[in-house]
DNA sequence: GCCGTTTTCGGCCCGACTGTTTTCAGTCG
């Protein structure tokens, strides 16, 4: 029972409630606890275990505390079980669908008792949806088109994708001379592994405008509605893109608003109210108590901020913060304490420690990765071709490790502007042991580890193989930890946590792999690695010499984990680095 | 259901758009 299992169980719940009208209080303590255990670094089952105060997680109290505990020691919970006795539980995704939510689905299971999307879709396709009080032809055909998209909806898009739909787009927009200033807010700007949909802000004197250029971009595949200020379409590549178009003074406090996350703003707000504040899209006003004012006229009181984001921050009396830090993971009780972490930047970074050659599956040869590296100023960087277990990517035997050897010697004695590593990416075996010589081991400068086959060991025997690896005295670095593929390869299962805490012990560094479809470790993880006191690298695992850009993606993530340079051996000189190769 | 530099009770973030509405509920972010 993993934290994010939790969550989920938690969340099912909040739905059973929503769809018996439950107090909406309650529901949201449900959501609030779910959203606390998805992001907490440490497993709960361990705090269960350790007899820890659950109740000194936010949002959890008494009733959730036990919750937890009971669905850590039984795997089940009761309050599941009898809210599925009233509500059966398949109704839970029909409010999932876009559109139909806890109360829509009510009606549909009460006047005609569809359960299930399959059903839906049934009734939908024989007009019986258009007939029910609240529906109408409309309704029934946005349900119809919702599950469809549901159907295909593949999950959700990873940053690097993103960005590649981004880009033109806000290319396009500011071709349009009424739009005054552009930003991409949302997921997207907090830099998060994937996005679930873009959101876009425009500053423009001439809305109507802006909105027909946004509705006429040639890749938008349908409109999903075009209002003064706010617009949504849905691009060819099943993208949703959001556009929210405000006046000029309400730049900042709008890029705040919908950068979000939703948690964090609900945090900052409720900090607002505390100041005779109100905090929205248009601004920072002071209320002076007149709510209903508020309600009929957005701009009502005084107008206190807006024009840039800082402002906001700092009308609660709180210091900017990057948009990574925006999760509610204690960003804003940092921020009160003067706190905030200095974060890594992409300049941080003097060097690449994995990388792959022609030697194994790398498209390009040592020296044109050389190039690539120097033409990023780095100082160093790691030759890290696999070994001889992977067969199919032409991996390394000692024989041919020893003819990289001469080669680099070769390249090193003529390119002395950057410093080559001598290194490899061993293979983890399925019983722990490692795809190289100890005798070869120990003539490497740096030690990559990392498992490319058998990731469905039962969880046991897979945490003893990566202990067992780690352990190794020549190990320096665990590789892409969890062995995760976004939206493709689950994580392996193993116990990362006892994996974690033995490298701290081993003095072995973890990996954060760059490469946008791995981001492995994630954020979470690499938080929990810090507080034990971890060092991590950043790498690329580059294949060829533009994969070296990739760096970017992973440095994102570590601001993400609140990372600072010191906690990021690649950021360090070569002669600091190599005292921590030595060991 | 959670929470507390006013509080153990009474609050809990704010606004836009759509569709089916004759004045607003539901959904979404």
């Not at 939790?6 to 529901?27: H, K, S, Y």
């Not at 250029?213 to 993208?239: C, H, I, N």
């Not at 190794?472 to 062995?483: E, K, R, S, Y």
Request: with cysteine; proline share 4%.
């Amino acid at each position: 029972m993993e934290n994010i299992d939790i969550a989920r169980m938690f969340e099912d719940v909040a739905a059973l409630l929503e769809i018996q009208g439950a107090n909406p209080f309650r529901i949201r303590a449900y959501q609030n606890a779910a959203r606390t255990i998805e992001s907490h670094t440490t497993p709960l089952r361990k705090l269960v275990t350790e007899g820890a105060k659950l109740t000194d997680l936010p949002g959890v109290g008494k009733d959730i505390a036990g919750y937890i505990t009971e669905l850590v020691e039984t795997g089940e919970l009761g309050l599941f079980k009898e809210l599925t006795e009233k509500v059966p539980p398949s109704l839970i995704e029909l409010t999932r669908l876009p559109g139909v939510g806890a109360k829509k689905t009510k009606k549909l299971w009460e006047e005609l008792g569809i359960e299930t999307i399959d059903g839906l879709e049934r009734a939908a396709n024989a007009g019986e949806v258009a007939d029910l009080e609240g529906f109408g032809a409309k309704s029934q055909q946005k349900i119809l088109e919702g599950i469809a998209a549901h159907r295909r909806r593949q999950a959700r898009f990873r940053i690097s994708d993103a960005d590649q739909y981004v880009e033109p787009l806000i290319a396009y927009m500011k071709e349009e001379k009424a739009v005054e200033r552009i930003e991409v807010a949302g997921s997207y700007r907090r830099r998060r592994e994937t996005v679930g949909d873009i959101d876009i802000l425009a500053i423009a004197s001439e809305p109507g405008q802006v909105m027909q250029r946004f509705t006429s971009y040639p890749d938008v595949s349908r409109v999903e509605l075009a209002g003064d200020t706010k617009g949504t379409v849905v691009l060819r590549s099943g993208l949703q893109v959001d556009l929210r178009i405000l006046p000029p003074q309400s730049y900042g406090a709008a890029l705040q608003y919908f950068t979000g996350s939703k948690e964090h703003n609900v945090k900052l707000r409720k900090r607002a109210v505390a100041r005779d504040l109100r905090v929205s899209e248009y601004g920072v006003f002071l209320t002076g108590g007149e709510e209903e004012a508020a309600a009929a006229d957005p701009y009502a009181g005084e107008f206190v901020a807006g024009w840039e984001e800082g402002e906001v921050y700092e009308a609660v009396e709180l210091a900017w913060m990057a948009p990574e830090l925006r999760e509610d993971r204690g960003e804003i009780e940092a921020a009160e304490r003067g706190q905030l972490p200095d974060l890594i930047t992409l300049d941080d970074i003097r060097g690449d420690l994995q990388m792959h050659s022609t030697w194994s599956d790398g498209k390009h040869s040592i020296e044109e990765m050389l190039d690539g590296c120097v033409e990023r100023g780095y100082e160093y960087f790691a030759v890290t071709d696999h070994s001889k277990a992977l067969a199919m990517t032409g991996g390394l035997d000692a024989a041919k490790l020893r003819d990289q050897w001469v080669e680099i010697e070769e390249i090193a004695s003529r390119r002395p502007e950057i410093r080559v590593l001598r290194s490899m990416e061993v293979d983890i075996l399925a019983d722990g042991g490692l795809d190289l010589e100890d005798e070869m081991l120990a003539q490497l400068d740096v030690v990559l580890v990392s498992v490319h086959s058998k990731f469905d060991l039962p969880a046991t025997k897979q945490t003893e193989r990566i202990l067992k690896a780690i352990q190794h005295p020549a190990v320096h670095i665990l590789a892409h930890p969890t062995g995760r593929l976004i939206n493709r390869r689950d994580p392996m299962e193993f116990d990362l946590d006892e994996v974690l805490q033995c490298a701290a012990e081993c003095d072995v560094i973890v990996e954060l792999n760059a490469h946008p479809e791995r981001l492995d470790l994630r954020d979470t993880h690499l938080m929990r690695a810090r507080e034990l006191g971890l060092k991590v690298v950043i790498s690329t695992d580059a294949h060829r010499v533009a994969d070296l850009g990739l760096m970017r993606y992973g440095v994102d993530q570590a601001r993400r984990a609140w990372l600072g340079r010191d906690d990021v051996v690649n950021t360090y000189p070569l002669e600091k680095l190599l005292t921590i190769f030595d060991k």
